[in-house]
């Protein structure tokens, strides 16, 4: 039986020209292989499978019933692909082969955001609501608008300040005016 030290150390001198760093780890069953790629620098994970694959027959792995295969980028907790191999008698057998998806917290908010507009549960009560938003953007927005232009008329800094305020209350009133047509929307096709 070929050791975890030697499986890795064979695997970086043979996967030397990609820009990987591997890890090998054994459980019962199970070889599990870790490769670590650079943020800056993407790899064909699937092109690296065929190599460690060949290199698999070659290693006599005796008792390992299973070789999972994880590719991510340094840096990240979770892995961005993975791949499970079954080994039966030196013949190979690909049970799953995916790419993962793993958006930061705050990016899983936008889908997320879109799947509640999405679904029927938007009723004319969001409208309502979406109303009331637009008037309390609007009316703070329209009068600070007007008392900036009153100082900066008056030469005074604080008018250039309020007119950056109003920019702000302006792109908030323009993101509930869209959502508030995207529900008009789904009404009309519900």
């Not at 092109?47 to 027959?57: A, F, G, K, S, W």
């Not at 508030?180 to 009404?187: A, I, K, P, R, S």
Request: net charge positive; aromatic share 8%; proline share 3%.
């Amino acid at each position: 039986m070929v050791s975890t030290f030697e499986i890795q150390k064979n695997l970086q001198n043979v996967l030397a020209e990609h820009p990987i760093t591997v890890k090998t780890y054994l459980t019962k069953d199970e070889l599990i292989i870790v490769l670590n790629r650079s943020r800056r620098k993407p790899i064909n994970y699937e092109n690296v499978t065929r190599i460690v694959e060949t290199q698999l027959i070659e290693w006599q792995l005796e008792g390992i019933k299973k070789l999972k295969i994880f590719g991510r980028s340094t840096h990240q907790n979770y892995p961005e692909w993975q791949q499970v191999i079954e080994i039966n008698a030196n013949h190979l057998t690909k049970k799953s082969n995916r790419n993962q998806i793993h958006l930061p917290d705050t990016a899983k908010l936008i889908p997320t955001f879109f799947k509640t507009l999405t679904s029927k549960k938007v009723t004319a009560q969001a409208g309502n609501r979406l109303y009331r938003i637009k008037l309390a953007l609007l009316v703070p927005g329209f009068l600070t608008f007007l008392y900036g232009i009153w100082l900066i008329c008056n030469a005074e800094m604080a008018g250039f300040i309020l007119f950056l305020i109003t920019a702000v209350l302006a792109t908030g009133l323009a993101v509930v005016e869209a959502l508030d047509v995207l529900c008009q929307e789904m009404n009309r096709r519900d």
